[in-house]
């Protein structure tokens, strides 16, 4: 992956997006790839070719918009806590968590872009969102609630995930994760907390509108 400074990520996120509202969360505005951007038109090979890894951190998936809806309809899930939003993308969720009422929130991804696509993210939303790129899979995490969007739709990722899900919810840590019926989910591992039907763009999915759930992490494996 090409290594851009700050400023060159900045504009080159500002260049190849336009402000708008992910649909099932529209009182928050994001900077956005669409159908008017080249970058909505390359393929994953195309980039790859210019040293870009794929740019998550442009489109708000559906998992995220439900997670985030669903902190924002239950504020008192996030109301005066700390928050991390793992691998977070456009920092939507930290977003949505902040406006809820969170006291902090951190937004965990390990592409640099998604770094600057949050800090811009959320200087739109008037919020403050604090970023890192490290990896933290398998670390002790200092937070009271930890949120993941989308984060199962690879064997390999949700393979690492489980068994780091298992302990932190063993340790006392709360986590909830939005999916829209990623292949890799861990069902048995969750709760329901509710569903919503997300609008989305079939250039990304397979359909117009994906059935999303909210899930608690269990404290032990069903």
């Not at 995930?161 to 989910?185: K, N």
Request: glycine share 8%.
């Amino acid at each position: 992956m090409t290594l851009l400074s700050p400023r060159r990520a900045r504009a080159f996120i500002l260049a190849n997006t336009a402000i708008a509202a992910p649909p099932h969360v529209p009182e928050l505005r994001l900077h956005l790839a669409d159908e008017a951007h080249d970058l909505w038109h390359r393929t994953e090979e195309e980039l790859q070719a210019i040293g870009l890894a794929p740019p998550f951190w442009a489109f708000a998936w559906a998992g995220g918009q439900a997670l985030a809806r669903y902190v924002l309809d239950h504020p008192e899930r996030v109301a005066g806590r700390r928050v991390v939003d793992f691998a977070s993308g456009s920092g939507l969720v930290a977003i949505a968590a902040l406006k809820a009422g969170a006291t902090c929130a951190e937004g965990w991804d390990i592409d640099p872009f998604a770094g600057e696509a949050t800090a811009i993210n959320a200087d739109l939303n008037g919020v403050i969102v604090e970023s890192s790129g490290k990896n933290r899979i398998g670390s002790p995490v200092e937070t009271d609630l930890l949120l993941a969007g989308d984060v199962f739709f690879d064997r390999e990722m949700a393979a690492s995930l489980i068994p780091w899900f298992d302990a932190l919810a063993g340790g006392g840590l709360t986590i909830l994760v939005g999916d829209p019926g990623r292949a890799y989910l861990p069902r048995e591992r969750l709760t329901h907390l509710a569903t919503y039907d997300v609008p989305v763009t079939r250039a990304l999915e397979d359909a117009e509108v994906k059935r999303s759930a909210v899930w608690q992490w269990r404290t032990e494996p069903g």
